[in-house]
């Protein structure tokens, strides 16, 4: 078992930047391909991004694209999510996820609880 907690979330005017980051406790995730979702009340959890354990391979949706880095630093056993140019649609409980890089959530095995981010106009 893999517990992923996430940090970093928060409120931000529209335009500004948060960076999130994702760790496992007591484990390595060195060895674990990560990726991002983020969900808001009533839809279905949403793939923002994805990373290879290598860190070498990114993979990003259409929204996140150009806006959004994912990173990892593995010496530091952390996972991180670099958000830009931020907009209220950007809105939502943001989890990590762990054991992909595919943007279909029931391939993932490991789950946070996800952080708050919330963007103000």
């Known amino acids: 078992q893999v517990e992923l907690v996430e940090s970093g979330g928060g409120l931000v005017q529209a335009g500004g930047s948060l960076r999130l980051s994702c760790v496992a406790p007591?484990?390595?995730?060195?060895?674990?391909?990560v990726g991002w979702f983020r969900q808001t009340p009533g839809k279905e959890r949403e793939f923002v991004c994805s990373?290879?354990?290598?860190?070498?391979?990114?993979f990003y949706s259409a929204s996140a694209k150009g806006r959004f880095t994912i990173s990892r630093v593995n010496a530091q056993n952390t996972v991180f999510l670099q958000m830009n140019s931020l907009k209220p649609e950007d809105t939502a409980v943001y989890y990590c996820?762990?054991?992909?890089?595919?943007?279909?959530?029931?391939?993932?095995?490991?789950w946070g609880r996800g952080t708050q981010v919330t963007v103000s106009s």
């Open positions: 990373i290879g354990w290598e860190g070498k391979s990114t």
């Open positions: 007591g484990r390595t995730v060195n060895t674990l391909n």
């Open positions: 996820a762990a054991g992909s890089v595919t943007s279909n959530p029931p391939s993932y095995t490991y």
